[in-house]
């Protein structure tokens, strides 16, 4: 790759440990271990080339921005993010799951205008609006399942892997919404700006993915 500066912002957390290894199948290394440090910014064995360590939910916005030329993070960010501001070349095919709507077991009628919560705010109402249902979204950052159960919410939208924690909850799994994965997103203007360094980095994760 050339010496051209090229930013590649990552998620922490469990997407981080799976793209860490595909980077480096790709040519990518960190100069030290992320995992026991306390930076966000770390260099690479590439000359000028970095990559930097935030929230899943931030990547779009860095790289829409322009702070980060590259971004990697969850198709399931990617789509409650809704920018236009930035390509989706490759699928990883890491960290997969599903996005999806629950509710309550027993629950034998669906109310003409739904309660429903998430994190999801934008794809939740999208989805509803597309399936003609009156909804009211209800906000919540985590522990989603408890919703209905102190009827808060007539039903959920969520990530489901296994379903399991549905399950303990009185739960069940009803549409999927999207298969989730981690993707790679790029900022339009790098894409233009550092169009043969970030082609060959796609070049090589895509190999590597394959």
């Known amino acids: 790759m050339s010496k051209q500066g090229l930013v590649i ?52 916005t860095y790289v829409e921005l322009g702070s980060a030329d590259i971004g990697i993070t969850g198709k399931d960010i990617i789509m409650e993010n809704g920018s236009q501001g930035y390509y989706e070349p490759l699928d990883l095919k890491l960290a997969t799951c599903r996005l999806m709507t629950a509710r309550p077991v027993n629950q034998t009628e669906t109310p003409a205008r739904l309660r429903v919560a998430s994190k999801f705010v934008n794809i939740a109402k999208a989805y509803f609006s597309a399936q003609g249902q009156q909804v009211d979204i209800i906000k919540l950052n985590g522990a989603l399942e408890l919703a209905p159960i102190m009827g808060m919410a007539d039903q959920i939208v969520d990530i489901v892997d296994s379903g399991k924690t549905l399950k303990a909850n009185g739960l069940e799994p009803v549409e999927l919404i999207a298969e989730v994965s981690t993707r790679v997103i790029v900022n339009k203007a790098a894409m233009k700006l550092k169009h043969d360094q970030i082609h060959e980095l796609l070049q090589r994760l895509q190999a590597a993915v394959n």
């Open 9 to 60: 912002a990552l998620t922490k957390g469990r997407i981080l440990e799976e793209v860490l290894p595909l980077l480096e199948q790709a040519g990518v290394i960190p100069a030290e271990d992320i995992s026991k440090s306390r930076k966000l910014i770390f260099d690479s064995n590439l000359p000028g080339v970095q990559l930097m360590v935030i929230r899943g939910s931030d990547v779009p």
